[in-house]
């Protein structure tokens, strides 16, 4: 009985994570970088380092065109100071019409 009950749950178990994989098999290729500072000022970022796109979508919003959303990323490191950089940008095409304030 104790048997079953342990056979139970274990099949149990593997059947009900058998969905949970987080990675989509998309990767991102840090290369070294020098001289960044964290600023919000992408300019000092090499020019041809490579920018990934981000797939991302408010559920019920829907690109208007090719000019209506941008977001895309690029990432690099600096072994010397063990750091990390990502930057992140990102354009919307968003209009308001009435009073903001």
Same mark, same amino acid.
């Given at each position: ?22 990675? =989509?098999?998309? !990767?991102?290729?840090?290369?070294? +970088? ?22 991302? %979508? !408010?559920?019920?919003? %829907? ?6 959303? %941008? %977001? +895309? ?8 100071? =063990? ?19």
């Amino acid at each position: 009985m104790k048997f079953k009950s342990i056979l139970v749950v274990c099949t149990a178990l593997l059947l009900l994570t058998y969905n949970l994989y987080a990675h =989509n098999g998309a !990767m991102a290729i840090a290369i070294p +970088v020098d001289g960044i500072v964290v600023d919000g000022d992408l300019s000092d970022w090499p020019d041809d380092m490579s920018e990934y796109p981000i797939d991302f %979508r !408010m559920k019920g919003k %829907r690109n208007k065109g090719i000019n209506d959303a %941008r %977001r +895309v990323f690029q990432i690099g490191y600096n072994e010397p100071e =063990n750091a990390l950089y990502i930057a992140a940008e990102t354009q919307y095409e968003i209009c308001y019409a009435g009073n903001l304030s």
